[in-house]
């Protein structure tokens, strides 16, 4: 892999655990991501404390263009979660992640949709932040172009409206229009399968979310969302700021194949499982 998780040596059931998070063939991805703090935006926002100013950030941009390779850097943010109805809070309690949860509630054999391959959903494939994401702008539509489970996205910029009754659907549907710089992203349409955010957070098939997208120089697009879904939150749930960081480059197949997670299921989660007693 070309990003690698620095994990310290440990003993008995917590080395095993650790191999969970090594050798997944999802979770390896894991190891690509990093938490960044908030940023507001400007030149080299987001850049590690010391880290030499790109060469790029003062570059001229055009704010309502965002064509480019991206990479998200951010993390949700758990004590903002709203609270949740009931039957919201009996999804989360039952939904057991293998990793990037709640601490205490990852477990080596959660049961994450997206480790028996299930697609990983929106907005989830853009804030896991593992490997980055081309857009492409196009007459009347943009294409989010995903590296981590090779997907893409359409936001259908038109002037169509969000239909009324769609069928549900991993990734949603999803308009967009302009606000001045700002790109304004409406999507609803979801089916609910997946999860919101790591750690199982739900959301429904009531579930809308607006995205707001804006070009802050060469090398930084900030990113805010609101989710309102009433059926499992009691109030919009606001995220953000997120940056997306410009990372010129090729992308590449990132394809999750269910022999592979068989044999991780088999080899590594199962025997982790029974080291740490769970």
Sequence with gaps: MRNRLNIPTVLGSVAALAAVLLFSP????????????RQQGGANQGQRRGAA????????????????????????AQNNVPPMTP??????????????GPEGKNQPLGNDPMMACDPVGYPRVLTFGAYPMEMVQLPGRIIQFFD?????????????????????????????????DTLVVESNGYNGRAWFANGGYPYSEDARLEERYKRMDHDTI????????PAMYTKPWMLGPWSLRWRPGVMREDVCA???????LK?????AARKTGQ
């Excluded at 999802?26 to 703090?37: S, Y």
């Excluded at 809070?89 to 990037?100: E, S």
């Excluded at 269910?258 to 991780?264: A, M, T």
């Design 222 to 229: 900030n990113i805010t969302m609101t989710l309102t879904d």
């Design 267 to 271: 080899d590594m989660r199962e025997p």
């Design 53 to 76: 100013p790109s060469p790029t950030a003062n570059l001229p941009f055009e704010p309502h263009d965002l064509t480019g390779v991206w990479r998200f850097g951010g993390g949700l």
């Design 258 to 264: 269910p022999s592979d997670e068989q044999k991780y």
């Design 26 to 37: 999802v979770a390896r991805a894991q190891r690509g991501q990093t938490a960044q703090p």
């Design 87 to 100: 039957a919201a809070k009996a999804k989360f309690d039952a939904n057991i992640p293998g990793l990037g």
């Design 148 to 180: 981590y489970f090779y997907v893409h996205r359409t936001i259908w910029m038109d002037g169509r409206k969000l239909p009324d009754d769609p069928e549900p659907t991993w990734y949603g549907y999803a308009v967009g229009h302009w606000e001045g």
